[in-house]
């Protein structure tokens, strides 16, 4: 089932040939014939086509990498096939590899050189594989990869050293893993990411410091943990935060400070956990929520110490989401009672 096809729409077999095809093929032919490669080159595995800007690779079924992959590839997938090994020298003389997309496989373990000869990487996604670690060193010439996603594979830590040479890194996906523990300094020099998903992991706890050197962090998934609660400056330094979700934790006790320097906030959910009350000025310097905001699924005391909330409620009711499922607990005389209509009933002095 070997082939090799142009984009869609662009048959070779056609006779008006686009004059941009004639410029990719004339450069292609320029740049490749002298070095050897077949036009045609494409392991037996695997469906070719030419892009704009090199080969891309679409392989399956089989049980090892494909080996003889033109040096112009660009972009490789090998997904939902039962590969589990990759040699460390799987990837070698594919210096122009830009993705490579290996998820639903059964990879259990990387080889440390396994990217030292790709070190134009930028988008990795090892979703769904049985990995439980990573080896250390891996990422050392991966200094271009933006995006790395490792979403559900065994993992119950990760290591500074694992994630050594990702300069670039703007998205980290290590979602549905069995992630326990995370060290503190795990992500102090990951200045350019944007998006860190720790999702459905059993995080019991998050470093104070974790988020320290994420200046340009703009959506934290937290949701689906066994957190308790946030040690107070846990946001302090990421000012471009946008989305926040903090639901199906079980969160009981914020402190008044913990969300007051992301005045940029669009969206914040803190729905399915355990809080019945939180302190007065919680939300009072959160920014314009755009988004919206999930309260729902809390045993929340609907009694004067609620009173900061329901301000702050009243003035952003059409951000609400899931009014119908933000219920008073207690006291017994609320319970049952939506929130936001404890709150408007101006059971709090003025
Ligand atoms: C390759 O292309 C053929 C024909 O379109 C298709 O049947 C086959 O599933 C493709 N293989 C892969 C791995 O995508
Ligand atoms: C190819 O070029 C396009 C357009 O410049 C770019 O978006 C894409 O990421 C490049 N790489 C691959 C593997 O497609
Ligand atoms: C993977 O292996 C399983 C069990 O050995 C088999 O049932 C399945 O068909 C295989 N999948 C592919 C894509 O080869
Ligand atoms: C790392 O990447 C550079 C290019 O950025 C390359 O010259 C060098 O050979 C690579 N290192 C190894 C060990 O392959
Ligand atoms: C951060 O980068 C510096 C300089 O490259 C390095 O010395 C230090 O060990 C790194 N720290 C962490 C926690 O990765
Ligand atoms: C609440 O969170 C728990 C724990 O993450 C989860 O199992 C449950 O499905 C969630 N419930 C709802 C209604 O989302």
């Known amino acids: 089932m070997s082939s090799y096809n142009t984009e869609p729409g662009q048959s070779l077999a056609a006779c008006g040939l686009s004059s941009s095809l004639v410029m990719q093929l004339l450069l292609f032919l320029l740049l490749f014939s002298s070095s050897g490669q077949a036009l045609l ?24 990498f494909p080996m003889g992959l033109p040096v112009d590839t660009t972009f490789v997938s090998v997904e939902n096939t039962n590969l589990s090994q990759l040699s ?34 930028e988008v ?32 119950e830590t990760l290591k500074v050293d694992w994630l050594e040479g990702l300069v670039a890194l703007k998205w ?9 523990r995370l060290p503190s300094d795990l992500l102090f020099n990951f200045s350019a990411l944007q998006l860190l998903d720790l999702s459905d992991n059993m995080l019991l706890e998050l470093p104070p410091n974790l ?23 846990t946001f302090s330094a990421t000012p471009c935060l946008h989305y926040l979700f903090l639901q199906g934790n079980q969160l009981n006790k914020l402190s008044s400070g913990i969300f007051s320097s992301l ?17 007065s000025g919680l939300l009072d310097k959160v920014g314009p929520m755009k988004d919206g905001f999930d309260l729902s699924e ?53």
């Not at 993705?99 to 059964?106: A, K, M």
């Not at 996604?125 to 995006?147: A, C, M």
């Not at 952003?316 to 933000?326: A, G, V």
């Not at 005389?333 to 408007?344: D, I």
């Open 263 to 279: 005045g940029k906030l669009d969206m914040l959910d803190l729905s399915n956990n355990s809080l019945a009350q939180v302190p």
């Open 172 to 180: 980290l996906d290590v979602s549905e893993n069995r992630i326990q």
């Open 41 to 64: 080159q494409c392991p037996k595995a695997c469906n070719c086509t030419l892009k704009v800007n090199g080969t891309s690779a679409t392989c399956g079924p089989l049980d090892s």
């Open 88 to 121: 460390s020298d799987a990837l070698r003389g594919l210096s122009n590899l830009q993705e490579l997309h290996l998820s639903g496989n059964r990879i259990d373990n990387l080889n440390s050189g396994l990217l030292k000869s790709t070190p134009n990487l």
């Open 298 to 350: 809390n045993p929340w005391k609907c009694d004067e110490g609620l009173c900061g909330l329901y301000h702050w409620i009243l003035n952003k009711q059409d951000r609400m989401f899931f009014k119908h499922n933000t219920l008073c607990s207690s006291p017994e005389n609320q319970a049952g009672q939506e929130l936001l209509e404890v709150a408007k009933k101006k059971v709090c002095p003025e």
């Open 124 to 155: 990795l996604d090892l979703t769904y594989n049985t990995l439980s670690e990573l080896p250390s060193g891996l990422f050392r010439n991966s200094t271009v990869l933006h995006s790395l996603v490792l979403k559900g594979n065994r993992l």
């Open 211 to 233: 988020l320290k050197g994420l200046p340009n962090l703009e959506r934290l998934h937290l949701q689906g943990n066994q957190l308790q609660t946030l040690a107070e400056g």
